[in-house]
């Protein structure tokens, strides 16, 4: 394979110690939808950290190292940045070396959030390890003293007609390259790929299903010591009295952490840190004030919240004649429900603080700590391992918090905090409730001539980044206050977050209540505001179509003028069967489609169900998905998330519900919060991929949550005839018929 040419006058050489090292200097990204991966400006996370040796490092014996500051999620983005590093770089994945999140190492890539990994940090290191490739080419060809085009490249090594030989790292020893780039430099043509867009087995799998160290839960540093923090019983519980001294005098203590209501004990084991923790529970007495709303429905409760209210869309006039239709939605309160809870540890050595934590985001993280601990930023390092659950904004930074906490606390040892079942459901930050409220008018021809939405919503985001959002520092004797929360700007938005209809509407208003305050303390859960949006959306373009006398699929596509759109809503009932469909006795097919954000991947499920209304039984039968996620680079990663993103939504869908009374949370366990089991899953799931290549990563994290509720409501009326749009659909609603 022969190495492109670059153009001499873009590089200066300088000594060094045999890495390769450039910098960019670059404008604003190209619009996602409008220029190809080889053309325009250089995107992505390039230009918040335009240093090369930021995103790869060769050293003289040839090791590659790539950094990205995003965190691999049970997303699989190690494999799909490696890939994209491999295939530009010309080398086998295996030979790379790949850090993830750290605050001594890599770029600050902000949060691993919103499906944006791929499009910032895939795009970034495209470009960066395109433009190392033709640089070392002229070296190579500088050294053989023949052209450029003469020179071939495999595995690490340039090679000469004649069969002289040198490596990257032979090619850089003794010198390194500083340089600003040029956003003209192409990218590899996809039609010549061998790594980017094949199936790589995932790296990040194997220590995970074979007991190995694959979680931060897992990590066990030298002379580790283990901490538990008392929560209060309630939010709004206030500790009256605390006698902690027979809980100091037990084995194994060696200190009990006392700061306002932040109640902590620290053990040389972990039992005996749990057993300190519950005697400490015997030893404090708390005030349990009702400072919680009655459990009311999601409508009810959300609706009651002072709001205020933004128009995010306004095209025609309101008012078209014709046959109009309303409809209100609900989701409730919700759980992150990450099966292992939330565990990190952190140190103190010499003034420094080491933090091993599954956060999204490592560099906010740390500006969140240095401002608690009353620290220079530069005196924390926050190092990204991987927790056993995520999707979203849980409690990976609040028991971050906890573990610097306790490690300033007792300074040179590490101490690791694991929270229980009962903390984790307790306190996370949960999913905001959310009420929708549409109304749409149908011509004559039967299509949509008028579209009225309105969404109400608590925050989707408080993540830290300022020490009042994290848990711990609430409940200090000085007291941190939260951030004052803002909704997310369109065209991404938060609660608003796919509120637009992505079909084509002549007169359409769109309306954004926002709600700065909630009862319960909400943030980001995986797609925002979309899952409620899109379940609304797709639930009432069902409604439609029967009062239109159409059907489904082919109502949307009266509607769809995108092409993309169009392609995998015909994918998806093309590969389910939709023309040929007949109906069984307690059966029904349920379609939906969405493009999240509008602006990142298109996705479009079709599904059946089988509706035991006595029981209240929902059994999803199969589930066919089509996604276009732009170019694709692991095709088998791509299915995954799909996949896991159906499967959590069916989960959502069907059981998933907060529960609380005046004074505290009531779903504390997996008894009074069921999440799916393995025998509810689809019996048959099948994902159809539409690879774009050279068209912009999209990311796929999030494309299938909106539709997959919608489809298994749009099923449910199908089977039985009961159109339900207040979430969960458990069995209590599927019986009573309401």
Request: hydrophobic letters at 40%.
């Amino acid at each position: 394979m022969r190495a492109g040419p670059a153009s001499a006058g873009r590089r200066r050489l300088l000594l060094a110690g045999g890495s390769l090292t450039l910098t960019f200097a670059i404008g604003p990204a190209w619009p996602q939808d409008e220029t190809p991966l080889n053309k325009g400006k250089l995107p992505g996370s390039l230009e918040k950290a335009p240093w090369l040796d930021a995103w790869i490092r060769i050293d003289a014996d040839n090791r590659i190292t790539v950094f990205t500051g995003k965190a691999e999620l049970g997303q699989g983005i190690k494999t799909a940045l490696l890939q994209v590093a491999a295939e530009e770089l010309l080398v086998a994945p295996a030979r790379i070396t790949l850090v993830t999140a750290d605050t001594a190492r890599t770029p600050n890539e902000g949060y691993t959030a919103g499906s944006h990994s791929m499009q910032d940090s895939g795009t970034a290191l495209r470009h960066a390890a395109a433009q190392v490739r033709l640089i070392l080419a002229e070296l190579a060809a500088k050294r053989f003293g023949i052209g450029a085009p003469a020179v071939t490249v495999r595995d690490g090594a340039f090679q000469a007609p004649d069969g002289r030989r040198a490596t990257y790292g032979e090619l850089l020893a003794g010198q390194q390259l500083h340089l600003r780039t040029d956003p003209g430099l192409p990218v590899r043509a996809p039609d010549g790929h061998t790594v980017a867009g094949k199936p790589l087995p995932r790296v990040d799998i194997p220590a995970k299903v074979s007991g190995g160290i694959a979680y931060v839960q897992d990590l066990r540093l030298p002379h580790m010591v283990h901490g538990r923090v008392l929560r209060p019983p309630a939010p709004g519980a206030r500790l009256l009295a605390l006698d902690s001294a027979a809980v100091a005098r037990l084995p194994g203590v060696l200190k009990v952490v006392r700061d306002g209501r932040f109640l902590a004990v620290i053990a040389d084991g972990e039992y005996r840190a749990v057993k300190a923790a519950a005697a400490l529970a015997r030893a404090a007495r708390w005030e349990l004030p009702a400072t919680l709303p009655a459990d009311a429905t999601p409508a009810v409760l959300v609706r009651a919240l002072p709001a205020s209210p933004t128009t995010i869309l306004a095209r025609g006039t309101a008012g078209a004649a014709g046959r109009t239709l309303a409809a209100h939605y609900s989701k409730p309160f919700q759980l992150h429900a990450s099966i292992g809870p939330s565990c990190a540890v952190a140190q103190l050595v010499d003034g420094k603080y080491t933090v091993w934590t599954h956060s999204q985001g490592v560099y906010p993280l740390r500006d969140a700590l240095a401002e608690l601990l009353g620290a220079d930023k530069e005196a924390i390092r926050c190092i990204h391992t991987e927790g056993s659950g995520c999707y979203g904004h849980n409690a990976a930074d609040d028991v971050a918090a906890d573990a610097a906490l306790l490690a300033r606390a007792l300074p040179g040892r590490p101490v690791r905090v694991q929270w229980m079942r009962e903390d984790e459901h307790g306190w996370e930050p949960y999913g905001p409730a959310m009420l929708t409220a549409v109304r749409a008018t149908l011509d004559n021809g039967g299509r949509i001539a008028d579209w009225q939405y309105e969404v109400w919503s608590p925050p989707h985001n408080t993540r830290p980044g300022k020490a009042g959002n994290l848990l711990a520092a609430t409940h200090l004797e000085r007291p941190f206050v939260p951030d004052t929360p803002k909704p997310s700007p369109q065209p991404e938005g938060s609660g608003d977050r796919n509120a637009i209809p992505y079909y084509t509407i002549p007169n359409a208003r769109v309306v954004h209540q926002f709600q700065q305050s909630a009862p319960l303390r909400t943030s980001a859960l995986r797609s925002l505001g979309a899952y409620c949006n899109v379940f609304s959306i797709e639930s009432f373009m069902d409604e439609l179509a029967h009062a239109a006398g159409a059907d489904p699929v082919a109502f949307r596509l009266r509607h769809l003028a995108d092409p993309r759109a169009v392609d995998v809503v015909r994918s998806a009932a093309t590969r389910f069967g939709w023309d040929e469909y007949r109906k069984t006795p307690r059966r029904g097919r349920g379609f939906a489609f969405a493009r999240y954000k509008n602006l990142a991947a298109y996705c479009a499920i079709a599904l059946e169900v089988e509706v035991a209304r006595e029981t209240g039984m929902v059994r999803i039968v199969r589930a066919v998905a089509a996604v276009d996620c732009g170019e694709i680079v692991n095709p088998d990663g791509v299915r995954n998330q799909i996949e896991g993103g159906i499967i959590q939504s069916s989960s959502w869908t069907l059981l998933e519900r907060v529960r609380f009374d005046q004074r505290q949370i009531l779903t504390r366990d997996w008894a009074g919060y069921p999440i799916l089991r393995f025998n509810q899953v689809p019996q048959q799931l099948e994902v159809a991929l539409i690879d774009r290549p050279g068209q912009p990563f999209l990311g796929t994290g999030e494309a299938s949550q909106g539709p997959a509720g919608a489809a298994i409501a749009n099923a449910v009326f199908d089977a039985c005839g009961l159109r339900l749009r207040d979430l969960p659909l458990d069995r209590g609603r599927l019986r009573d018929g309401h």
